[in-house]
């Protein structure tokens, strides 16, 4: 269960109208690690959309998530270069050593971990990125050691 009344506060920070939505929807994201479904109804309600656009919205946009993530995503790259370069052996080391499957998060909340076709860094292959820093020559011997700094 969503707190509704911080809903209502991230709501409350933008102009009622239309081009408004994306953002809170956005902020949504940040505050729960998630678009929760209370929260696309509410803003329906106090924006007068209809709730089937701000579910599109929800679902158009790879950075929003309707389903629970985790404080941490963890983006392992399987492009070319990094699955030649060792990405699976790091994918394997995640599942094993955090007890998650991929593209799930871990039961304590702390990390979601996910493939990801390309993050457009081959000369770095392979690469690990957690929230926004990017990790190159990521070893699956040493990938537990990067996350250290996360929990």
Known sequence: M??????????NRYEKSEESLLA????FQR??????????RRLSEVMAVPQSKIYAMGTFYKAL??????KHTIKVCTGTACHLK???QILETLERE?????NSTTEDGEFTVECVNCVGACAMAPVTVVDEDYYGQTRASKVMDVLKKYK
Not at 24 to 27: G, K, S, T, V
């Open 2 to 11: 969503i707190d509704v009344n911080k809903v209502d506060e991230i709501i």
């Open 24 to 27: 809170i929807l956005q902020d």
């Open 31 to 40: 505050e729960f690690y998630y678009v929760p479904e209370e929260g696309m």
């Open 65 to 70: 998530s309707l389903t629970l993530r985790g």
């Open 86 to 88: 060792g990405a699976t």
């Open 98 to 102: 955090l007890k998650v499957k991929r």
